[in-house]
């Protein structure tokens, strides 16, 4: 968010007028269950709404997760948005309106554009479970109801969708009257960029990976407007710029020789006939709109932004408070060791260090004495303490298994950097199972980054992981 709120700035700073979007499932991803979870929940939407603010987001959809605190609850956090939700198919069961705004119109550079979300109609069941007086629309049928008055009244109409990839095809097959289609939603985790009768359908990395951008260049007003993608011309442009070269070395190497050689005379011949043909070309379309995609990757390189650190770290700090008195993390003491082996699930891959012990004591008193054994509890204490950012390389197995999203939720076999980490999920093994002993490098550069571990020193640190290496 950071990051990307520094990215957005430099876009800003090009001197563009732009406008920003999101297609929405911003706030939440799992259901929140607890009431500690529902507190960091009001603190994390918070955050979200101030940092967007920030940014100057426009728009943003509303995704059927949005919902997870119910409708009244989301209602109330929008008022402190100075951006707009929309949806064009949530709608009041009674009366059949919008609960938020069906679309917004917003004018640049001499343009009105028309933005309209859609959310899912599969998700009627959940939504009307924590909110019956909610209803969600069929969206193809209640956007041709809307795009006839949008038409009149804007010269572009932009979907934020959270539909998934077949439906928006289907919205793109049936209204070729949309400009571009955003998509989110679906369980697709692929970057898509692609066209769907005529329609742009885009769709990015969920987790916000990256930072779509579309830029729109502008000068045939004549209506309808119309714009053409630009790779086309962009390939001209560079054959151009290939034969401009190319004939400027034939020149130099005939001005060297001080010769003129048929050959090259003949080749200088041809490349200024498909000169002038592809700036023929080029110039027909010099009076026509375009308009370029790009994905920007959100990576470590891009520096934070530094004022929404600030209420990253301020909402980090709150949420620590929430969580900590709490959490007990040390490995192996709240249960007896046969209770413990009783817990672990049957079905889990993993089967945690308590296992391994059985029949690796020492490996296992020396994994307890090191950092490894510790590094749930050290997140805890650390200021910096959050969520789920730091359980990836802080507990063992996330992702894998884990539908643990909290330090108090890691189930006790998981907790800290174990055995498992290393060496490989421990389920059927003596025997078959995936245990290696070899730890590749690569294996600690899951966790030991350049930015996370900068005194990383392979050698070094082998030496302190409490196995015995072999030589
Ligand atoms: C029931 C006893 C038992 C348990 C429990 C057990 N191991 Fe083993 N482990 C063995 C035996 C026997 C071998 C050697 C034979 C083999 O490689 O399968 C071995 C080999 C290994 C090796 C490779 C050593 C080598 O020289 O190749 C590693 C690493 C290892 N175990 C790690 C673990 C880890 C981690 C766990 C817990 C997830 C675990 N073991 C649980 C019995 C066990
Ligand atoms: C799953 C993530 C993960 C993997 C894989 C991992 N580590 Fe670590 N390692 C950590 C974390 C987290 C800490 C910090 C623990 C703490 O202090 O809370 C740490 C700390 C250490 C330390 C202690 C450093 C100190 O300050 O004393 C050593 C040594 C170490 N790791 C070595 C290794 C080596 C060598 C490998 C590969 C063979 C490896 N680690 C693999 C996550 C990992
Ligand atoms: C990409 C993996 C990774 C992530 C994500 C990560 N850590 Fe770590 N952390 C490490 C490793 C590896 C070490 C050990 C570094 C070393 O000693 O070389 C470490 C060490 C630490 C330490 C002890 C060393 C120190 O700097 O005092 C603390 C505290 C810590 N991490 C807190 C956090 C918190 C809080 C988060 C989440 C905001 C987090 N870490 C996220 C990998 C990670
Ligand atoms: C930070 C990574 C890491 C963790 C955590 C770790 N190991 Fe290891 N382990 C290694 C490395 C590295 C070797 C040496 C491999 C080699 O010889 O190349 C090793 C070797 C071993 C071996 C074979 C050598 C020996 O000591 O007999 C066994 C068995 C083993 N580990 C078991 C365990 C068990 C059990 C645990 C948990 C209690 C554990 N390891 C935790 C990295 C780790």
């Known amino acids: 968010m950071a990051k ?6 430099q876009i800003k700073k090009e001197g563009r007028k732009i406008l920003l979007f999101d297609t929405g499932n911003l706030f939440f991803r799992k259901p929140l ?13 918070d955050l979200l709404i101030q940092s967007y603010n920030e940014m100057g987001y426009d728009v ?25 939700f929309v949806s064009a198919n949530l709608v009041d069961k009674k009366t059949q309106r919008g609960v938020f705004k069906p679309y917004v119109i917003k004018e640049i550079a001499g343009l009105k554009i028309g933005i309209i979300g859609f959310i899912d109609d599969q998700f009627n069941p959940t939504v009307q479970e924590r909110d019956p007086g909610l209803t969600i629309l069929e969206p193809l049928s209640t956007l041709k109801t809307l795009t006839k008055s949008l038409r009149e009244n804007c ?75 630009s790779s086309g011309r962009d390939e001209m ?118 296992n391994c012990k059985r029949c690796h004591e020492m490996n296992y008193r020396n994994w307890l004495k090191t950092k490894h054994a510790k590094a749930s509890q050290t997140i805890v204490a650390s200021p910096k303490y959050s969520q789920e ?17 909290t330090v108090e939720e890691i189930p006790f076999y998981l907790r800290g950097v174990q055995c498992e980490s290393c060496h490989g999920e421990g389920r059927g093994h003596p025997g078959k199972g995936k245990i290696e002993r070899k730890v590749t490098l690569g294996v600690c550069r899951n966790c030991h980054t350049k930015d996370q571990s900068p005194t990383f020193n392979y050698m070094a640190y082998l030496e302190k992981v409490g196995c015995k290496i072999l030589k």
Request: include cysteine.
């Open 4 to 9: 990307k709120s520094t990215l957005i700035s």
């Open 33 to 45: 269950q607890t009431e500690t979870k529902r507190k960091d929940g009001l603190l994390r939407v």
């Open 60 to 84: 943003v959809n509303v995704g059927e997760k949005d919902l997870m605190m119910g409708f009244k609850f989301l209602s109330d956090m929008s008022q402190k948005a100075k951006f707009h």
């Open 155 to 229: 010269d572009l109409i932009i979907v934020l969708s959270q539909l998934g990839e077949s439906k928006d095809k289907k919205l793109a097959r049936e209204h070729r009257e949309i400009d571009l289609i955003l998509g989110g939603g679906g369980e697709s985790t692929r970057v898509v960029m692609e066209r769907v009768n005529d329609v742009p359908i885009f769709r990015l990395e969920p987790r916000g990976g990256y930072l779509g951008r579309i830029d729109y260049s502008f000068v045939d007003t004549k209506k309808p407007i119309k714009f053409l993608i």
């Open 237 to 354: 442009e560079k054959k151009l710029e290939r034969l401009i070269t190319r004939s400027m070395q034939i020149d130099a190497e005939m001005a060297k020789s001080g010769k003129q050689q048929e050959m090259r005379v003949k080749e200088l011949r041809f490349l200024e006939s498909k000169r002038k043909e592809l700036e023929k070309t080029l110039v027909a379309l010099e009076d026509k709109n375009f308009y370029r995609h790009t994905a920007i990757p959100v990576q470590m390189a891009v520096s934070d932004d530094p004022k929404i650190i600030k209420q990253l770290e301020t909402y980090r700090a709150e949420s620590g408070k929430l969580y900590k008195p709490k959490v007990a993390l040390e490995v192996g003491k709240d249960l007896s060791e046969k209770e413990m082996i009783a817990r672990i699930p049957k079905t889990s891959p993993f089967v945690g260090a308590i």
């Open 389 to 405: 950012e730091c359980l990836m390389c802080h507990s063992t197995g996330y992702g894998k298994i884990g539908e643990y999203a």
